[in-house]
């Protein structure tokens, strides 16, 4: 995806998150402050971190989650490489199914260098 | 989502549903109709069914079921805290794979009032 | 089941909670705590709560989570007939594919009485 | 499984069905018919709708499924290398997180010989 | 779909398919391979194989996958009953989740006519 | 686990895979041997591959793979706040569906201290 295209993305992202909160209760709202700390550096570090949760988010197969965690990944300097490993234990996991969500993702990851 | 944006999705709806009644079988027919009666008034309220089925599509993820679910909640008087409380529970349930969900979700709450 | 299944069924949940507990930082904890209190009273009442949280184990087919919202809904004075409707909702939302959860609900749904 | 296995998953398999009944609705009742109906001879073969229903069931991974399914297989003539290529599909779509379900399946397979 | 808009999803997904290719290591390329065969006539004939894949990518709801198994099915020969009866399958398999996939699925499969 | 339950579902896990591979046809072999080598020493080191491997079937919610996962981490290394931290993810992730995978993964993590 193109700069532009990601800085779509977030804007868009953002504007959702704060119809988000203008609903949300005690608990979604702890729920995101939970989401936004978890892949903080630890006994792993962040980008370990951030390569779990793409890979979780790969093999689950949510498009939105997998482009965030990639971004990420760019953020912390994750390689090629590596982000191709790790997207292949995807693949082997996930199976087939996966492989429309493996297009989008190097697609994304392509445009983002 | 905009008064016309609903009555888009639910003429799209309709449309492709014409089309899957030109190719179903008995058992397809039938399904559709044993679909359209279970949310009816039981023991349960038919509101208190539409927010079951409501959870139910969030935390397998589909948004034309979501979205289905919330215009029937809206029809059927669900409050904007009761809506949220609901999809509460199914981020809890689901994780924070289903907050793309969660956005759309209440963007088109929201876009219903 | 039986009420010594039950008791069978909720020490062996605690004692396994115990374990989680003490390999668990900061993030677990804090799930655990949300997680805890997503059921109570609020514009819905919990056993509303309960009902939603049971419709989302039973299409996400975890018959362990199944059994502790059954439990609730049972002290929470839900009925034969209500909780009959909510597993209704799941099996068409969720297919034949939760048939064998659904027997293994209503079987320890009948033992519980 | 040895045929002793297979009569007693059956049996239980009745014993818990009657248990759904008793608290079983209008809709999951006429949802039982439409399910026992789906896989009759029609356009496709009965033993062609069984082989989808086998590959159906394994990519969601469920056993109970799979077992009837390959029960029903054995009982209209599908050949051992026409379940070994119907799973071999359901292996490459659903990824290797179906290789558990895979060696039960094949286990109870070559049991029912 | 249109011929123009099957031309069109079969462009892109050639395009997106030299994205991962660029990137892909040894494991990804061994694995489109094994995929590439694996709907060839064997035991089972490659129809028959593809409505396999098809009712599995049905039931797990890729869209992108459902329709590469329509274009396929189309391509040899499978007649509008048995199509709609293999989704009927996973319709009853699968619930009404799957319902906005059937849509989609039925109205790409009317415009490929 | 205790040392002996590792040992038993190990050797059921072995018994299994030669049926398995009775029925096997050629794509299924090719799978297992990719699957084999796709956790090997590469950009990403083996240790962070497994990691990557447990949560993605820890999301998946596949006891046996989470298991045989964690085997591979005890034997390269991974320490407690490792392990802890990859599954806080997935919980994270996944929601509260995955806490009886988390129960029995850290009882097995502890059993093989």
Redesign the interface.
Known sequence: MSSSRINRFNKE?DA??E??M????K??K??YN??M???ED???PGK??E???L????????D??ILYHLGRCRELGV??????????????????????H???A??A??EMA
Do not use: Q
């Open positions: 992202r959702l998150n119809v988000v203008k609903y949300a209760g608990t979604t702890k729920f939970l989401d700390h978890a892949y630890g006994a792993l370990t971190k390569m779990l949760g890979v979780a988010s790969f093999v689950l197969r949510c939105d989650c390689s090629d490489e590596e982000v191709a490993e790790a997207l292949e234990v995807g693949l082997l996991v996930g199976g087939s199914i996966t492989i429309p493996l297009r989008r190097l697609m990851w392509d």
